[in-house]
């Protein structure tokens, strides 16, 4: 994508808030680096304490990495560019949000994820234990959104999750502030 024909390579580093790289990749230019900053943050082994908070630009901010993220036990906090575009998903089809109705796009499928439960946590338990990468389970989850139940769970789940975290970002002057430091780094 940037180099013309074939495919060229990035070199991916993770940095933690005290300047110290914990991971380097070299990925293609055409892969999620939210899938790679996963991998990341699950392969590090120094006593960098990296739980605490991790950000991502809004490329990196979709429903199935909010999900994965959550499940592997990483607090994400990405920013986000066109707030005004970004829906909110409710948990219950019968709550009546006067004043802000408008800024929500749906209700969150729960039977999913509940029928789902067990393959959620197979699949958190195959990223925490690195049995699988999760840019290749990142990639296998994205192609199959519409059709695999597990898919659309995982989806399902990060809409709760992205929606949690879109109103705290919204609440709070304090997370705002703090994502923005984390950002410029």
């Not at 060229?8 to 680096?33: R, V």
């Not at 925490?128 to 989806?155: E, Q, Y």
């Amino acid at each position: 994508k940037y180099f013309g024909w074939g495919d060229g390579l990035t070199s991916y580093k993770a940095m933690c808030d005290q300047w110290s790289i914990f991971s380097t990749q070299l990925i293609s230019c055409h892969e999620s680096e939210a899938l790679r900053m996963l991998e990341a943050l699950l392969s590090n082994r120094t006593a960098l304490p990296l739980r605490e908070g991790h950000t991502a630009d809004t490329a990196g901010a979709n429903e199935p990495i909010f999900a994965l993220r959550h499940l592997a036990g990483f607090a994400f906090w990405p920013r986000l560019a066109g707030l005004e575009r970004i829906r909110l998903w409710k948990l219950d089809r019968r709550l009546k949000l006067t004043h802000i109705e408008s800024l929500f796009e749906g209700c969150v499928d729960r039977e999913t994820i509940l029928s789902e439960y067990d393959n959620l946590v197979r699949l958190v338990a195959s990223l925490v234990d690195r049995r699988a990468p999760a840019h290749i389970l990142g990639r296998c989850l994205t192609a199959s959104s519409r059709t695999a139940p597990l898919a659309r769970a995982v989806t399902a789940l990060g809409r709760i999750y992205r929606t949690i975290y879109l109103l705290q970002y919204l609440d709070s002057p304090e997370l705002r502030r703090t994502v923005r430091r984390l950002q410029c780094r």
